[in-house]
Structures are given as C-alpha cells and as structure tokens.
Nanobody, 124 residues
Framework: QLQLVESGGGLVQPGGSLRLSCAAS????????IGWFRQAPGKEREGVSC????????YYADSVKGRFTISRDNAKNTVYLQMNSLKSEDTAVYYC?????????????????WGQGTQVTVSS
C-alpha cells in the first residue's frame, strides 16, 4: 500500500522554525516528484513548494520564497520542508503529494498520492 506520512507540524511563535517531513512507505520516492501544499481555514489549498525527482529543480511560491527550503533524502525515502521566519499567515494544514516522473509539478491536480496532512500553527 502506497502511503505518504507528514510529520513535524506543531505550534510555533512568529519568527520561529519548523521542519516538516514527508515519509513514503510502500514505494520508493526516488522516481517521484514531490510537492508541498497547504490549506488554511476557509481558504483553498495552495502550492507551497515542489521538487523534481532528481532534486535538480525546485520551486517556491512567492509567499514563502527565501524562508522555506525543500529538500529530499532518497536514501531515507523522505522529503523535507524547512520553514524559517514563520508568520501567522503560514498557519495551515500542510500536505505532501507525490507523482511519478521527473517534475517538478506545480498543480495539485498533477499529483497522484497524498498524505493526511500535518497542522502548523504560528501564534504568540
């Protein structure tokens, strides 16, 4: 059974940092492009960042550029999202998604597998 499991979310003060992890089970992430998405209450899901299967290409939404870093460790079958200088507007449920292929892929409809999400709350 193919599964993605996110972890690392939590409550953090503005200006703080969190590192989200997206671990795969049942398949090898080496050949999959990965995207991170988020959905805040009352808002549509939006793309945050994505990375190609080779890790050679990455993309960031303007709202997180310079603060978030996506990376992958194929040996650990895990993709990470390092989030620094967090703001209250970063509060959302964060999801990772996978699609077979080089990528990166920017549209959520391009992804085949999704995790259950992890809550990130930025508040003082």
């Amino acid at each position: 059974q193919l599964q993605l499991v996110e972890s690392g979310g939590g409550l953090v003060q503005p200006g703080g940092s969190l590192r989200l992890s997206c671990a795969a089970s049942g398949f090898t992430l080496n050949y999959y492009a990965i995207g991170w998405f988020r959905q805040a209450p009352g808002k549509e899901r939006e793309g945050v960042s994505c990375i190609s299967s080779s890790a050679g290409s990455t993309y960031y939404a303007d709202s997180v550029k310079g603060r978030f870093t996506i990376s992958r460790d194929n040996a650990k079958n895990t993709v990470y999202l390092q989030m620094n200088s967090l703001k209250s507007e970063d509060t959302a449920v964060y999801y990772c998604a996978a699609r077979l292929g080089l990528g990166p892929f920017f549209n959520e409809y391009e992804y085949d597998y999704w995790g259950q999400g992890t809550q990130v709350t930025v508040s003082s």
